[in-house]
Structures are given as C-alpha cells and as structure tokens.
C-alpha cells in the first residue's frame, strides 16, 4: 500500500490506499518512513504523492486512538526532514491532518486544482506538536495557520499558492518534471541549502511549555470523548478537561 519506485536518479512515492483516501496507520507510517529512508541512499530527489483522488486524508481513525500512531507518524515526518535529498510533496486532492503534516514535512508542494489543506484538530479534541504549528506558520503565515489551527478553515490550491503553503500549481506530471530538474543540481549544494532551511524550525526556548499542553490533549478526558464519539458514530462533545 506505499509503492516506491526509482526513476533514472527520481524516487517516487505512493500513498496506495484509495479505498481509505490514502489514510494513515502505524503499519503504513512505519512502510512510508522505509521507503523515504531506501531512496534517500539512491535518489537524488524524492516526490511523494497520492493514489486516487486523495493525496492523505490523514489519520486512519481506527488507529490514531491506538498505541504508536503518534510514534510512527513524527518518525515519517522526520525521516523525510532529515533526508539528505530535497522532497516533493504532489499533493493531488485533499491533504487532512496528518496530510498536511505530511506535505509541510516535505521541502517543496506542488498543488493540482483539487488540492486542500486542513488541520482540523479542535473538531476531534486532537493536536499537532509545537514543530507542526511552527512549520505550518511559517511556511503559510501566521493568519492561514491560525484560521486552520484556530478556525478549522480549509486552504484550497489557489489559497495555498497565493500565501506561500503550495511552491507551484500543477498536476503530479509537473511534481516529477521539478524534481527532475534539481536531480541535475549539485547534491552538496541541494544538502547544505536543506540543512541550512531545516534549521529556521529549530524549537524555541517557550517549547517545554508548549509540548506540556501538546500531551495533555493527548491524555484529557476531550480526547477519551472523541474517541467514544467516533466509536459510537456521534458527534463529541467537549468539555475542556
């Protein structure tokens, strides 16, 4: 359910899941961490995209309340920050939650028309890590991120393109043609430029604080409800504790 293939020096990666929109458990997390770790060795530009209609409609709610979704998602996140090579996110249809983690992980997004970003935490009594919020926001500016974190809004590709979120529009044909060309450019040159970006989202002196109230929604009794909710097939209701 993630394919991977290595196009004459261009490594592709696929969300293969459509029946689910390509959602997320801990045994596609842990497969999709593998496969950007294979090709980091022998691609010189990876681009990761969506089968179907859907580019990641985020976590696969039957295993996000489970033990190591958590884990196994940030370890995916990381592994595609800290690839040596530059990574394409060809977001083809909805990126939801953990989708639009997935594409801000990823170095550059290329965006079709049917794109949409949405980190809609506060319906589900959920959250994304301090690292999450300061990338969204400085890759899109503060007020996108905040109407997202703060308003459940949705960022459409037009939206994204004209705030910073997706790099350029155009289908996933376009996504592999970019990542051709910088196939072609200096790879110590590409990797120091990487490493040099990935350092602006370094954590600031505030986030000890910041991942406490990141793992009391984790453990509160909101998430507990939420988690009933979707097993019961109803709306949460949430009572802040």
């Known amino acids: 359910m993630i394919t991977?293939?290595?196009?004459?020096?261009?490594?592709?990666?696929?969300?293969?899941?459509?029946?689910?929109?390509?959602a997320l458990d801990v045994e596609h997390l842990d497969a999709l961490r593998a496969a950007v770790e294979k090709l980091a060795g022998t691609a010189?530009?990876?681009v990761v995209t969506g089968s179907g209609t859907s580019f990641c409609a985020g976590a696969d709610l039957r295993g996000v309340y489970g033990d190591g979704f958590r884990t196994a998602l940030y370890a995916a996140l990381r592994a595609i920050t800290a690839a040596p090579v530059p990574v394409i996110a060809a977001?083809?249809?909805?990126?939801?939650?953990?989708?639009?983690?997935?594409a801000i992980a990823c170095d550059l997004r290329v965006a079709?028309?049917?794109?949409?970003f949405a980190v809609p935490t506060a319906r589900n009594g959920l959250a994304v890590d301090p690292w999450t919020v300061r990338r969204l926001a400085l890759l899109s500016g503060g007020g996108p991120a905040?109407?997202?974190?703060?308003?459940?809004?949705?960022?459409?590709?037009?939206r994204a393109h004209a705030c910073g979120l997706a790099d350029r529009l155009g289908p996933v044909s376009d996504a592999m043609t970019w990542a051709r060309e910088i196939a072609?450019?200096?790879?110590?040159?590409?990797?120091?430029?990487k490493t040099a970006l990935e350092s602006l989202f370094e954590p600031q002196p505030q986030e000890p604080r910041l991942d406490?109230?990141?793992?009391?929604?984790?453990?509160?009794?909101?998430?507990?409800e939420s988690r009933r909710a979707h097993a019961e097939k109803r709306a949460p209701w949430f009572q802040g504790r």
């Open 146 to 158: 905040r109407a997202m974190l703060l308003g459940a809004d949705r960022l459409d590709a037009g």
């Open 44 to 46: 010189r530009a990876i």
């Open 91 to 102: 977001v083809n249809g909805p990126a939801i939650g953990a989708g639009t983690q997935l």
């Open 112 to 116: 079709d028309s049917t794109a949409v």
């Open 184 to 193: 072609d450019f200096a790879p110590l040159s590409l990797q120091y430029a």
């Open 212 to 224: 406490e109230l990141f793992e009391s929604c984790w453990s509160s009794e909101d998430f507990a």
């Open 4 to 22: 991977t293939e290595d196009q004459d020096g261009v490594g592709l990666i696929v969300l293969d899941r459509h029946g689910k929109r390509n």
